[in-house]
């Protein structure tokens, strides 16, 4: 019925394998187990029996089923989900990706009846089998003797747990509502119950194995850690123990100096015996730095040749007042012996003062895993780590002669049951600050091939400059013909649009305005003319004012445009064929003292349309038969003034925009656009003088102090 169900699914299009199902179906644990140790591409149909152990909702809804051929997972896609002790029979498609990706995924589940959910094992770390006890649930003990969150998974959080010399791994699943304070943990005796996988499933693909447990009530402390994590037993010097004697051993502490850093959590300390001790720092510590005395507690290791710490912590001490002196490696033979070069190292170099000059070979990029450089030293290659001092070899170049200060490390694994003879890895120096690198001598910049390449080049490039300067030549003569004739147009165009400009701008500024006052003034007499007469003749001879003010503007304007005054060289005369277009016989003076080259066309034109508005009132309104009009260059300002003999007026109670006077308002917005001030001085009988100050550019200001 359910190969029946699944053949359907598969035909409708509700399951869309990439290839379609092949080989028998499978009908036990076994036989599903089996199907993935053939890691061929293919789907393949099951339908099984078994008894539900364990439900994990919050991991994509796995399954663990068990039958009497054995136990396994599987994802569940349908819904509800059973229960632990109901017993189900399940189909599915198992599938295995061209990845060898695994998916056993159930689409349908129907109980058929209880059963008794297997009893949790009690079993001690040394006592779990990866074969026998796979998804099975363990009750253990141990010690943990380090804790760290999931990098990968926040959800989750790492203890190590330690019985003797076995070791490992829970996974605990950290509930967000329960506060834990796992760092309290570390060297506790704990009791966990959780499941045992012997391998990670997700995205860790051959990591394990290790105990998962669901729910932090799981875990039970038996026995608190101790007050003081640094009041371990010193670390004993017990010649020729198994390397198994020394992993069964509980915490032990080391003090001493510390010697070196490197590998961003490994540290060289030499105790107050001269004994030499690696130290391997717990998930999150802090590093000391080479010369601190410090305190570490940790669990035993041994390289075969010394007794290391693993997973410590460490405390900083007060330092001894004495330091020491010691004699320093300064030939790499010293370290090897035996014939044929670096046939034997010496393990008693290890921590050891060196001082080597060599060759820089090599550089770490800023952003290498490893900081390490690469020095030739005769025959020998010598790695120097960084250790604290990444940025120590920023400026050191490839073919530098450097001297290196620092420890001799022997690099060697520790001993477990896969490797039972660790070997020395790598002999490398470790720099305890930037001063312990020093730049002896920098690499010539002049070598054999690197002049080779400049001469290549400097030939290659007196071709191409001879080849270039004949295109050149022909290039030149087109492209000024052309660019000639495009500077011409591009004059022309540039006048006509600044004259388009200038006129748009007068006739805003002047006529425009103007003319809406009319209208309005138009507007409100014949509102008023009903109802009051008055009124709407005031608005009428108002009206009538500004249409002769537009009419003289206008006139203006057309003149501006028929006139060459702006061509003019000599400013004063500029101004005479400006006000030659004015009625009247007054006698006008013209003294203007400021070169026209100072003077931009906007500028120019602004003082010109000022002096004739003054000059105009002054002949129309003032009666005036006398006007002198100067000006000069002050200060960085132009300086210039209208003055007349004419009959003067209140400049308290003149007429102005609402009288249709628009004279004075318009010199006023023309110098509030160019930031020029205007002052008026008059009183009747007594004549009229007009005073306008304008700012020169700082370009003007310059030329005008030159000589």
């Not at 198994?242 to 992993?247: D, F, K, L, Q």
């Not at 209208?519 to 007469?533: E, G, I, R, Y």
Request: with cysteine; hydrophobic share 40%.
């Amino acid at each position: 019925m359910f190969v029946a169900t699944i053949s359907s699914a598969i035909l409708l299009g509700v399951v869309e394998p990439v290839i379609p199902p092949e080989g028998p179906v499978l009908c036990t644990v076994a036989e599903l187990n089996d199907f993935t140790e053939d890691t061929r591409r293919r789907y393949t149909p099951f339908c099984i029996t078994g008894t539900v152990q364990a439900v994990n909702s919050s991991a994509d809804h796995l399954l663990v089923v068990s039958d009497r051929s054995g136990w396994t997972e599987v994802r569940c896609s349908a819904r509800p989900l059973p229960v632990p002790g109901e017993r189900i029979a399940l189909s599915g498609l198992a599938h295995m990706s061209m990845h060898q990706e695994i998916d056993i995924v159930a689409k349908e589940i129907v109980s058929v009846g209880r059963d008794a959910v297997a009893p949790p094992l009690e079993l001690s770390l040394g006592d779990i089998s990866e074969e026998r006890h796979h998804l099975r649930t363990v009750v253990t003990q141990g010690t943990v003797i380090d804790t760290f969150p999931d990098e990968i998974d926040s959800q989750y959080r790492f203890l190590i747990l330690k019985d003797a010399e076995n070791i490992l791994p829970v996974a605990l699943h950290v509930n967000p509502l329960r506060e834990m304070d796992f760092e309290a943990l570390r060297d506790a005796s704990v009791k966990v119950a959780g499941r045992f996988m012997r391998t990670v499933s997700g995205t860790r693909k051959f990591s394990g194995p290790f105990i998962s447990v669901d729910d932090p009530a799981d875990l039970a402390v038996l026995e608190p850690a101790p007050a003081d994590p640094f009041a371990a037993p010193p670390l004993e010097k017990n010649l020729y123990r198994t390397p198994r004697e020394i992993a069964r051993r509980g915490k032990r502490s080391a003090s001493g100096e510390v010697l070196a850093v490197w590998g961003g959590n490994r540290l060289m300390v030499r105790t107050g015996e001269d004994r030499i001790v690696n130290v391997t720092l717990a998930h999150g510590q802090s590093i000391p730095r080479p010369g601190d005395a410090v305190t570490a507690a940790g669990y035993p290791e041994t390289d075969l040749f010394r007794v290391n710490l693993s997973r410590a912590i460490v405390r900083t001490e007060t330092p001894p007042a004495e330091t020491r002196r010691e004699a320093a490696i300064t030939d790499l033979k010293d370290i090897f012996s035996g014939s044929g070069g670096a046939s034997a190292i010496d393990p008693g170099s290890h921590g050891r003062l060196m001082r080597i000059q060599g060759v820089v070979q090599s550089v770490p990029s800023p952003d290498a895993s490893s900081q390490r450089m690469l020095l030739a030293c005769g025959p020998f290659k010598l790695p120097v780590d960084l250790g604290p001092c990444p940025d120590a070899a920023a400026d050191i170049a490839v073919g530098s002669v450097v001297e290196v200060s620092g420890r001799c490390l022997l690099e060697i694994g520790s001993w477990n049951p896969d490797d039972i003879f660790p070997r020395i890895r790598n002999l490398a120096a470790v720099i305890r600050a930037p001063a312990d690198l020093r730049v002896v001598s920098r690499p010539p910049w002049w070598t054999p091939m690197r002049l080779l390449v400049v001469i290549s080049i400097l030939l290659a490039a007196l071709i191409g400059v001879y080849i270039w300067n004949r295109i050149l030549q022909k290039l030149v003569n087109r492209r000024g013909r052309e660019l000639y004739r495009e500077q011409v147009a591009h004059a022309i165009a540039e006048f006509k649009t600044d004259e388009r400009t200038r006129l748009a701008v007068e006739l805003h500024d002047s006529l425009s305005q103007e003319l809406a006052g009319v209208a309005c003034q138009v507007a409100a007499s014949a509102k008023t003319l009903d109802s009051n007469p008055a009124v709407a003749r005031r608005c009428i001879e108002t009206a009538d004012k500004m249409l002769n003010s537009c009419r003289t503007e206008l006139r203006q304007c057309l003149f501006d445009l028929r006139s060459d005054t702006l061509d003019e060289s000599d400013f004063s005369t500029a101004i005479r064929k400006t006000l030659a277009q004015l009625d009247g016989n007054a006698a006008i003076t013209v003294r203007f003292n400021v070169p026209r080259r100072r003077l931009k066309d906007t500028t120019a034109h602004a003082i010109l349309a000022i002096v004739r508005e003054l000059t105009g009132n002054a002949i129309r309104h003032g009666g005036a038969t006398e006007v002198r009009i100067a000006g000069c260059v002050d200060q960085g300002r132009i300086l210039f003034s209208v003055r007349d003999n004419g009959c003067g007026f209140d400049t308290a109670n003149c007429n102005g925009p609402l009288q249709g006077h628009f004279g004075l308002e318009g010199i006023r917005n023309r110098l509030e656009k160019l930031n020029g001030t205007f002052t008026i001085d008059s009183k009747p009988d007594e004549g009229t003088r007009a005073t306008v100050a304008l700012p020169l550019s700082t370009a003007q200001n310059q030329e005008t102090r030159t000589p």
